[in-house]
């Protein structure tokens, strides 16, 4: 028999047998070798004095800000203050911009092609379609992005994000989820495609597919705006002015810390049903805590996220701006394309305390979270023909400060709850089709795919419905 | 190392000349694998040397695919590839499998290992694995700035007698010791330098027979294979992965590529 065997086949044989011999400790065995080798290796060629003091200083701070009595207030505070910065300092460069881009060029463009003879619907879908779908973009989300990228890349240069990491990983692994999904979680803050790709350092197929279809549910760069913006008009104008800061500030990370929550809860109902298994155990490193090159993270952090970011918006804003301008100037029977979704999406909107103008939107920007804000802008603009601050029909305005963006959606019928409503829905929904594109690739499976699409925007329905029933019972 | 910087600044110093190439990864000479613990500033020296921005953050988890880069020193042109920073070989998550199969199948003709100077005991383990797997290595002691803050001295000779590969000491983020770090490169690449890698040595006799033993069937079977003790140790924990490389001759094209290079 051995005779017929080939070379390899013996070879493979032989190792199956020794493995035998060796019996099943050949892993333990191995690692503690190689522990041992470097154990002997450090004795020789290291020598560490202990007496400096600078050693302790990590530990100390790691002592507070992953305590169990401050580990969360602390993290609160951070991710507040964050926030009440870009919230107060991205008021007056939002106005100067959207008074150079939109004040000014605009009407000088329109009055060029005027003059160049261009017809009426060129005009249109140029200027008042793709320019100033793009111009509000940036003069939206460039001084917020400008502001909260830096602030939130020093604290990760720092070493912080580790730290929060830490904290969180108790409570993952209560919801039967790998503790690494802290990680991938807060990676998701970013951008919930890079968040799904993150899960790769999970070791188990299980653990690994609830961190990537629960990683929708941390608050990704194109919905921080939304929030910002909304929670600035809605939840700031409801308080007297003094407090408005802080309030909103606190509104922001409410909606955040309830991603978290919903994060946490879908992970452990999926750990109990679909994908049942215990948690396994690993060993999260605490990097030292480095201190951050201020200017180079300040560059890099301008060029590598707010303008990637802003450059994706805009390149998804110009494309929209042109659809949205084409859904609100077609008409069919007398009334716009966009008028009869509006009008057909309305009814099911009511139920759950939104409008038809807001569930368009996110169907019309579903490529990219980050156009949401300008969209449902447009279509409120068309829809309500309310156009004291613009110029008719799909034209984006003038708007230079929250406060005149929330007259206008006030003065369409929003209120509190649409306000509330939306952040509720801006976290969650269905992920941007890049996300939806990142979990395929990733998981490999349609199924999956399917799920991690559809669960977030069943939640949200839900979740908007049952606020939206106490907010008119009250 | 302030008193160095006089040095750096001067341009004889750089007398070798590196190129950063961007992406510009056509027609390379040689092919360079950085790997090392996560958080140690893989990317950091990944960026020096190609000129690129991999964004880099410190927290494990940042890198978790493979990032390409280009550079030119001695006019020879390296092609580098930044893998995913992990703190072992031996698991089956996929970043420590990116890691690990580009280590092993992919062939670099050097492979920097990048390490934590403040942390040598624990990131040496994966030093270790690595030197298992390829005979070509580079230890880059990385910051060496913060060891000394910490009141750490390290010999780096002497560890670079133990492991028998250069040792560099770098503080990346102040680009000290890339210079020395581009020229071990060159020269192991080049075959100026050669290695004597450390191997995992065992007291646990019945470990030791069994690995010499399959070492010296698989020499038999594939004349040539540069990492015949990984391979057996792979083995003996039951790797489908490599169980399936012997069965579908992916080990054999291993060994000819290596033939061919050397």
């Known amino acids: ?174 919801a039967g989820a790998h503790g690494k999904q802290a990680l991938t979680m807060t990676m998701g803050f970013g951008c919930n495609a890079a968040g799904v790709v993150a899960a790769r350092i999970i070791d188990s197929p299980r653990e690994r597919l609830i961190a990537i279809i629960t990683n929708n549910f941390s608050l990704c760069n194109g919905r921080w705006p939304t929030q910002i913006l909304i929670a600035t008009i809605f939840i700031g104008g409801a308080v007297s002015p003094h407090l408005a800061g802080f309030v909103t500030a606190a509104a922001v990370v409410f909606v955040a810390v309830l991603g978290i ?155 509190l709850l649409t306000g509330m409503n939306l952040m509720l829905f801006s976290l969650l929904h269905n992920p941007c089709s890049t996300t939806i594109y990142t979990i395929y690739k990733e998981t490999k499976s349609l199924l999956w795919t399917f799920v991690s699409s559809v669960l977030p925007i069943l939640i949200g329905f839900v979740i908007c419905f049952l606020v939206t029933l106490i907010y008119r019972a009250l | 190392m ?75 042109k390296f092609k580098i590839v930044d893998l995913p920073g992990t703190y072992s070989l031996l698991s089956t998550s996929t970043d420590e499998e990116i890691a690990r199969d580009f280590i092993l199948f992919g062939q670099p003709d050097v492979t920097v290992v990048v390490i934590d100077a403040t942390r040598i005991e624990r990131n040496l383990n994966m030093v270790l694995q690595v030197l298992e797997i390829t005979d070509k290595a580079v230890l880059c002691l990385n910051l060496v700035d913060e060891a000394k803050r910490h009141n750490i001295t390290i010999d780096d000779r002497a560890l670079s007698r133990e492991l028998g590969i250069p040792v560099v000491p770098s503080a990346a983020r102040q680009r000290v010791g890339m210079p020395e770090l581009l020229n071990f490169i060159f020269q192991v690449a080049a075959g100026e330098y050669i290695c004597k890698p450390r191997r995992i040595s065992s007291d646990s006799k019945s470990f030791n027979t069994a690995v010499d033993k399959l070492v010296s069937e698989i020499e038999k079977e594939f004349p040539g294979l540069p990492n015949a003790r990984w391979v057996a140790l792979r083995l003996l924990e039951g790797d489908q992965k490599i169980i399936d490389s012997i069965k579908n001759g992916e080990l054999v094209n291993l060994v000819k590529n290596n033939y061919y290079t050397s």
Request: hydrophobic share 50%.
């Open chain 1, 1 to 174: 028999m051995a005779e017929t065997l080939n070379p390899k086949e013996k070879l493979l044989n032989t190792a199956n047998e020794l493995r035998w011999e060796v019996g099943e400790n050949f892993h333990d065995t191995l690692l503690e070798s190689i522990y041992k080798n470097a154990a002997d290796i450090t004795a020789l060629t290291v020598n560490h004095d202990n007496k400096g003091r600078k050693y302790n200083f990590d530990s100390v701070v790691d002592k507070v800000v992953t305590s169990r009595l401050l580990g969360f207030p602390i993290m609160f505070l951070l991710l507040a203050l964050v926030f009440w910065l870009t919230i107060a300092g991205a008021n007056y460069p939002s106005r100067f911009l959207s008074f150079i881009l939109i004040d000014n060029i605009h009407p000088f463009l329109k009055d060029l092609l005027f003059f160049l003879n261009s017809p009426w619907w060129l005009t249109g879908l140029i200027l008042d379609g793709a320019y100033l779908a793009s111009a509000w973009v940036v003069s939206v989300m460039l001084p917020p992005m400008a502001i909260f990228f830096p602030v939130f890349t020093l604290l990760e240069d720092y070493g912080y994000l580790p730290r929060v990491a830490f904290n969180m990983d108790s409570l993952f692994r209560k």
């Open chain 1, 261 to 415: 929550l919903f994060s946490l809860i879908v992970s452990w109902t999926l750990s109990k049903t679909a994908l049942k298994g215990e948690a396994s155990a690993f060993s999260l490193e605490l990097p030292p805590y480095r201190p951050p090159r201020i200017l180079q993270t300040l560059y890099t952090s301008l060029i590598d996220r707010t303008l990637i970011v802003l450059w994706r918006a805009v390149v998804f804003a110009l494309p929209s701006g042109i659809v949205i301008w084409l859904v609100a100037n077609l008409t069919v029977g007398g009334y716009s394309i966009a008028a009869y979704m509006i009008n057909w999406l309305d009814p099911l909107a009511f139920i759950i305390g939104l409008n038809g103008v807001i569930l368009l939107a996110y169907i019309i920007a579903i490529p990219a979270n980050e156009i949401v804000i300008p969209t449902i802008l447009m279509l409120t603009v068309l829809v309500t023909g309310n156009d004291s601050a613009g110029a008719g029909a799909g034209v984006l305005f003038e708007i230079d400060s929250a406060s005149q963006t929330g007259n206008l959606l006030i003065s369409s019928g929003w209120t």
């Open chain 2, 2 to 76: 302030p008193d160095n910087n006089n040095c750096i600044n001067c341009p004889a110093y750089n007398s070798g000349n590196l190129v950063k190439l961007g992406i510009n990864m056509t027609d390379f000479d040689y092919v360079v694998a950085l790997a090392g613990n996560p958080n140690t500033g893989k990317s950091t020296v990944f960026n020096n040397l190609t000129g690129l921005r991999q964004h880099t953050g410190n927290w494990p988890g940042k890198t978790v695919a493979r990032a390409e880069g280009a550079f030119a020193y001695n006019e020879k």
